[in-house]
Nanobody
Framework: QVQLVESGGGLVQTGGSLRLACAASGRTFSRYAMAWFRQAPGKEREFVAAINWSGGNRYYADSVKGRFTISRDNAKRTVDLQMNSLAPEDTAVYYC????????????????WGQGTQVTVSS
């Protein structure tokens, strides 16, 4: 059984930075794409960033491109999300997800999800 545990959320001022981490256990981590999603109050969950199995390809939502960086360490079974220049509209619960395949593509199915970590950006 796969478990994904996020950490690193918190309260930060506009323009600040946070680094989220997701630790995975269970099936072979390096075989699957990983992604971060977020859900703000009253809104649908939205894609933030994804990374393929090797870390060689990364994908970002337009809203975070240039500010957020996704990375992974297959030896440590972790995927991180470095968030810079945070703005109030980044406030949300952030979820880590493990894809069903090694490479990301739009419409990729995600088999497992973490419990989420709250990020709040004050103005």
């Amino acid at each position: 059984q796969v478990q994904l545990v996020e950490s690193g959320g918190g309260l930060v001022q506009t323009g600040g930075s946070l680094r989220l981490a997701c630790a995975a256990s269970g099936r072979t981590f390096s075989r699957y794409a990983m992604a971060w999603f977020r859900q703000a109050p009253g809104k649908e969950r939205e894609f933030v960033a994804a990374i393929n199995w090797s870390g060689g390809n990364r994908y970002y939502a337009d809203s975070v491109k240039g500010r957020f960086t996704i990375s992974r360490d297959n030896a440590k079974r972790t995927v991180d999300l470095q968030m810079n220049s945070l703005a109030p509209e980044d406030t949300a619960v952030y979820y880590c997800a493990q894809g069903s395949l090694p490479n990301y593509y739009t419409g990729l199915r995600y088999d497992y999800w973490g419990q989420g970590t709250q990020v709040t950006v004050s103005s």
